[in-house]
């Protein structure tokens, strides 16, 4: 098996949303400047001809399991307004007339979908690439991806980048994240311990079972304030509990699969012409030469064509 691409695609659906002057209009009027960014990006990927690809999409916002965990998470982020939206959908309809396999849920996160794919393709024998812009999925490293590519920046990031970047194994990003919390999905965080201690704890005790386990032992550590930080833990070890269920991945999605393994996943041709279609509805038609140039068979050499017999 040769080269697989798990692709974080609303990170990217994001980045052109906001990036792109709104150059672009649909025949039902709404601007798809994001439509364009990403559809390109993915002719791209597929232009390198991966082994296998697929597309996870975030669909969950408000209804994620984890809102019944803990009804604050992601309370900070806005539902996307009709005019995103119908970006959204689009380029969905976009990856899949382009043949690659394209999977949301309402309850799960596309982390939690990536998480997933992940496990599969580990399971069959495929170290994919996770293609995405959040350092947080260096977590799938320890579970069989082989490395994070943020597409755009051109930067691949390995376990020894994650390990640089938090100071803490790819495995216990999740702990990590239960200490110092994330704003930006709104997980709540010990008060007083930041990234250095974090990673300090982490470097002594396996994951966030084992610092509550052996409390009393931190006020020993050589960490700046370590008694106080100790009763700190103690004091917040149920709301830890929480956020690692928050932070932590689900590789058991419910998928709708029609193949075991893989097979989902492989790179099979694509008549191009309903990806034309779809372009021109979306008024970004001037990527059809490009959708042609990548969809069709590459044409065979006069050395590999068979003799016609008559």
Same mark, same amino acid.
């Given at each position: 098996?040769?080269?697989? #691409?798990?692709?974080?695609?609303?990170?990217?659906?994001?980045?052109? #949303?906001?990036?792109?002057?709104?150059?672009?209009?649909?025949?039902?009027?709404?601007?798809?400047?994001?439509v364009y960014g990403f559809s390109?990006?993915?002719?791209?990927?597929?232009?390198?001809?991966?082994?296998?690809?697929?597309?996870?999409?975030?669909?969950?916002?408000?209804?994620?399991?984890?809102?019944?965990?803990?009804?604050? #998470?992601?309370?900070?982020?806005? !539902?996307?307004?009709?005019?995103?939206? #119908?970006?959204?959908?689009?380029?969905?309809?976009?990856?899949?007339?382009?043949?690659?396999?394209?999977?949301?849920?309402?309850?799960?996160?596309?982390?939690?979908?990536?998480?997933?794919?992940?496990?599969?393709?580990?399971?069959?024998?495929?170290?994919?690439?996770?293609?995405?812009r959040d350092k947080d999925l260096?977590? !799938?490293?320890?579970?069989?991806?082989?490395?994070?590519?943020?597409?755009?920046?051109?930067?691949?990031? /390995?376990?020894?980048?994650?390990?640089?970047?938090?100071?803490?194994?790819?495995?216990?990003?999740?702990?990590?994240?239960?200490?110092?919390?994330?704003?930006?999905?709104?997980?709540?965080?010990?008060?007083?311990? /930041?990234?250095?201690?974090?990673?300090?704890? !982490?470097?002594?005790?396996?994951?966030?079972?084992s610092l509550i386990a052996n409390?009393?032992?931190?006020?020993?550590?050589?960490?700046? /304030?370590?008694?106080?930080?100790?009763?700190?833990?103690?004091?917040?070890?149920?709301?830890?509990?929480?956020?690692?269920? !928050?932070?932590?991945?689900?590789?058991?999605?419910?998928?709708?699969?029609?193949?075991? /393994?893989?097979?989902?996943?492989?790179?099979?041709?694509?008549?191009?012409?309903?990806?034309?279609?779809?372009?021109?509805?979306?008024?970004?038609?001037?990527?059809?030469?490009?959708?042609?140039?990548?969809?069709?068979?590459?044409?065979?050499?006069?050395?590999?064509?068979?003799?016609?017999?008559?």
């Amino acid at each position: 098996m040769s080269q697989a #691409y798990l692709v974080d695609a609303s990170v990217y659906i994001f980045r052109y #949303y906001f990036a792109l002057p709104p150059n672009w209009e649909s025949r039902s009027g709404y601007t798809t400047e994001a439509v364009y960014g990403f559809s390109n990006f993915l002719l791209d990927l597929l232009a390198r001809k991966p082994s296998h690809i697929a597309c996870a999409f975030d669909e969950s916002l408000g209804s994620c399991f984890r809102n019944e965990i803990y009804p604050e #998470y992601k309370c900070s982020r806005a !539902l996307p307004d009709e005019a995103l939206a #119908y970006q959204l959908a689009a380029c969905r309809e976009m990856a899949e007339a382009l043949g690659i396999a394209s999977y949301a849920s309402d309850r799960f996160e596309a982390d939690d979908i990536l998480a997933t794919l992940t496990r599969r393709c580990a399971e069959n024998g495929c170290a994919p690439v996770i293609i995405t812009r959040d350092k947080d999925l260096g977590q !799938l490293l320890d579970r069989g991806a082989a490395s994070l590519w943020d597409f755009a920046a051109d930067q691949h990031l /390995g376990r020894a980048e994650i390990e640089q970047k938090f100071g803490v194994r790819p495995g216990q990003i999740a702990d990590y994240l239960a200490l110092v919390g994330d704003t930006i999905d709104d997980i709540p965080g010990v008060p007083g311990i /930041g990234a250095k201690s974090a990673a300090r704890l !982490l470097a002594e005790f396996d994951g966030i079972e084992s610092l509550i386990a052996n409390v009393e032992q931190v006020a020993t550590l050589k960490i700046r /304030g370590a008694a106080g930080i100790g009763n700190k833990l103690a004091e917040f070890a149920e709301q830890m509990r929480m956020a690692l269920r !928050l932070a932590e991945l689900n590789y058991t999605v419910p998928l709708k699969m029609r193949n075991p /393994g893989t097979a989902d996943l492989e790179c099979r041709p694509v008549e191009p012409g309903l990806a034309v279609a779809l372009a021109e509805e979306f008024g970004i038609g001037g990527l059809a030469k490009k959708i042609r140039r990548t969809l069709e068979p590459a044409p065979q050499s006069a050395e590999t064509v068979s003799p016609v017999i008559v």
